[in-house]
């Protein structure tokens, strides 16, 4: 198997587009949180001060781990492999990639203090020592493939979106072959296999 970083130095070093303007970002200052909800996936809300004293506080979604998407392309047809899913978010089937949570030892899946009892069982049940390896777990899981050729599509996580801690390491998985007895998928997930898609 070849794991190539090439790429994420090449992403980490744009400096932006020539003759565009620049501007200071400003960086409130964090004064703390509460819990607002607390499950599988939680809800803190968060307080910001701005330069001029104005007062924020934002509604962050946590999930305390941070989880792993990877697209998988065959070189020799020039296609991926896509899968389609039931969401609960949308309460609809959707297409997407193959991704999940990294589950390491040490890591608070409920989003809580690291104390509690979740997080003790998620620390005894891990299953991945790192992000990589919960890509290809996840990749002989849900898309039955395994591949020689990782490429990190990225230097570091990418956050889901501007109001969540939850981060993503993305993968370019190539070089691939079926995988003859594959992981079993989560309970509850049921998911279709198309590949050779354009």
């Known amino acids: 198997m070849r794991f190539n970083s090439r790429l994420g130095r090449g992403l980490s070093g744009f400096s932006g587009l020539s003759g565009v303007p620049s501007f200071q970002v400003e960086v409130p200052t964090y004064t703390g949180q ?36 990877v697209v998988p392309w065959c070189t020799e047809s020039r296609t991926t492999t896509l899968l389609r899913e039931w969401q609960p978010g949308t309460d609809r089937v959707l297409w997407g990639v193959v991704a999940g949570m990294i589950e390491e030892a040490g890591c608070d899946s409920d989003g809580g203090d690291g104390g509690s009892a979740a997080a003790a069982t998620a620390a005894a049940a891990a299953k991945h020592s790192g992000a990589l390896q919960a890509a290809q777990f996840e990749l002989d899981e849900e898309a039955h493939l395994q591949a020689d050729t990782w490429i990190p599509l ?12 939850n981060a993503f390491h993305a993968y370019l998985a190539m070089d691939l072959s079926p995988v003859a007895s594959p992981r079993s998928l989560d309970e509850c997930e049921s998911i279709e296999i198309h590949p050779g898609k354009t």
């Open 154 to 165: 990225s230097s570091a996580a990418a956050p889901a979106d501007k109001y969540s801690d």
């Open 34 to 69: 509460e819990a607002v909800y607390c499950g599988w996936r939680s809800v803190v809300k968060k307080h910001f001060t701005y330069a001029t004293g104005k007062v924020e506080k934002y509604d962050i979604m946590t999930q305390g781990a941070p989880s792993v998407l």
